[in-house]
């Protein structure tokens, strides 16, 4: 700033990208794959657990 000119404290920034519009997306992407089970994983099994042999 050469000209010794200050920023107004009125004035905005403005995001370089919209935000709002990700989160929408991330939050549509997180229920869709709890709608649709996207996230089901299997049981766990331990090393101990073979019910098969009994």
């Known amino acids: 700033n050469a000209d ?4 107004s404290g009125s004035g905005s920034r403005r995001a370089s990208f919209p935000l709002g519009a990700v989160v929408v997306v991330l939050v549509a992407l997180v229920l869709a794959g709890w709608y649709f089970d996207w996230f089901q994983t299997e049981p766990a099994t331990t090393a101990g657990d073979d019910t098969s042999e009994a």
């Open 4 to 7: 010794g000119d200050l920023p």
